[in-house]
């Protein structure tokens, strides 16, 4: 590979790497704006699963999938192989670890908070799922965001 080859591969990397920063930030805000509006807003405490309940949940599930995929990939998940392993160096499979460390003890409090909960009310699955998922979702993107902006 030519020095011109390099250097343009170099700043398809370095777009690719912006991208996905600025992706993971807001994409991570509004996520989290959704979450407080779900709460607020759309979820209704009952036993009928309505189609709008439906179609919020398959969001959610994408939405959550794709976040995943982005902080587990760097961005770079449907790119060539030389891209992918130059996104995938020490420091970034580095950041991801730190990133699934800190969702999955996120996961671990929620769960045990919710099992703790169980012992004073009733909490519906359904419900402690989503907020499981959510919980460590955002602490997934928000590690990420924070690691890649040093």
């Given at each position: 590979m030519g020095y011109m080859e390099t250097n343009t591969l170099q700043d398809r990397v370095t777009r690719i790497e912006g991208r996905t920063d600025?992706?993971?930030?807001?994409?991570?805000?509004?996520?989290?704006?959704?979450?407080v509006a779900f709460f607020n807003v759309v979820h209704t405490p009952r036993?009928?699963?309505r189609t709008v309940d439906l179609v919020a949940t398959v969001?959610?599930?994408?939405?959550?999938?794709a976040l995943l995929m982005l902080v587990a990939t760097g961005?770079?998940?449907?790119r060539s192989s030389e891209v992918r392993e130059i996104l995938?160096?020490?420091l970034a499979r580095s950041q991801r670890g730190q990133a699934f460390q800190n969702a999955f003890w996120t996961l671990?409090?929620?769960?045990f908070a919710g099992y703790a909960?169980?012992?004073f009310a009733e909490v519906p699955a359904r419900?402690?799922?989503?907020?499981s998922l959510s919980a460590g979702v955002l602490a997934a993107v928000a590690t990420m965001a924070y690691l890649r902006r040093r």
């Open positions: 600025r992706i993971l930030l807001t994409s991570g805000a509004m996520f989290l704006v959704w979450q036993g009928v699963l969001a959610l599930l994408v939405w959550a999938g961005g770079g998940a449907f995938d160096d020490e671990m409090l929620v769960a909960a169980t012992t419900l402690l799922a989503h907020v």
